[in-house]
């Protein structure tokens, strides 16, 4: 899906987190722990009700102190990457759902390449089957495996499909979404239930030219490509001016909202080539480091 030297410079970026699970780079993931872990960090005096078998009887035999020993254990960052796979997704050239999987495919490497554990949820209006978590570089190639069976074809409801994921047990993440977020409920009916379960949210929007400068003159017959529903429009240049004001309206809310409650907002523009997304825009975005 990518080049060897696109690969190599996204071994250097880290997907980043702002709240304390578990940290933003894996030097800052690291808890201590009695008794077990990667390497000793410290000793702790002992406190009556401490398990007598993590006690440094060595250090005991030297200073006469009760001490217990502490190891330092590295935590994986859950990562959580949901992928809009309904209908309007399918729009654009190149189509947005593509675009979409190619920057999940990006961010997927990334985690793996800094032993994140890294979960792909394709969802419309429920969550499809999901890619369960995935660890390590060599796992990439089953991600670029999953990521081009995804198909478009359902309508959007993600509210219904955030429901069911947060309904299994799940460790507090970054969750991702990319998505168009036109959703007949609106977008914060969705992203509320992640933000609920209290989620580190990051909302991709995916869009495409034709749909922030649509190209329509005359009597038109246009055709909603979820429902199918056809409405006949007389596009005149007032028509068009009050879609182009929605429309901004529509992305102007969503980053609201994301400011609102500290998430990060980025649109993902179909004619920038997916390089430049991910090494500048993500990077301007504090979305990657």
């Known amino acids: 899906m990518f080049d060897r030297d696109f690969l190599r410079k996204l071994e250097y970026l880290h997907i980043v987190s702002k709240r304390a699970f578990p940290g933003q780079y894996r030097a ?9 872990g990667l390497e000793f960090a410290d000793h702790r005096a002992y406190v009556p009700g401490d398990d007598f078998r993590h006690v440094d009887w060595n250090a005991y035999q030297r200073l006469d102190k009760l001490l217990l020993r502490l190891f330092e254990e ?18 654009g050239s190149p189509p947005k759902l593509q675009y979409a999987c190619q920057v999940a495919a990006a961010l997927c490497y990334i985690g793996l390449a800094h032993l994140d554990r890294v979960t792909l949820v394709p969802y419309g ?6 890619l369960p978590s995935q660890r390590g570089r060599g796992r990439i190639f089953k ?17 219904a499909a955030f429901t069911t994921f947060v309904r299994r ?15 007949p409920a609106g977008f914060a009916a969705g992203l509320d239930v992640l933000r609920f379960y209290r989620h580190d949210i990051f909302a991709v929007h995916v869009m495409t030219p034709e749909e922030r400068e649509p190209d329509l003159r005359g009597e038109l017959a246009l055709v909603d490509l979820e429902t199918s529903d056809l409405c006949d429009v007389a596009v ?5 001016a009050a879609y182009r004001a929605a429309f901004r309206q ?40």
């Open 28 to 36: 800052e993931r690291r808890t201590r722990k009695m008794g077990s």
């Open 74 to 91: 590295e935590q994986d960052l859950p990562i959580y990457l949901f992928i809009d796979r309904s209908r309007s997704m399918a729009a």
């Open 125 to 130: 209006d429920d969550v499809g089957r999901e």
């Open 143 to 159: 991600v670029f495996k999953f990521l081009a069976e995804i198909e478009p074809g359902e309508t959007t409801n993600a509210r």
């Open 169 to 183: 047990p799940r460790a507090r993440g970054v969750a991702v979404v990319m998505s168009d977020f036109l959703d």
């Open 236 to 240: 005149t240049p007032a028509v068009l």
């Open 250 to 289: 529509h992305g102007e809310d969503l980053a609201r909202y994301c400011t609102r409650y500290r998430f990060g907002y980025l649109q993902a523009l179909t004619e920038v080539p997916i390089e430049d997304a991910i090494l500048r825009v993500f990077r301007q975005g504090w979305f990657l480091e």
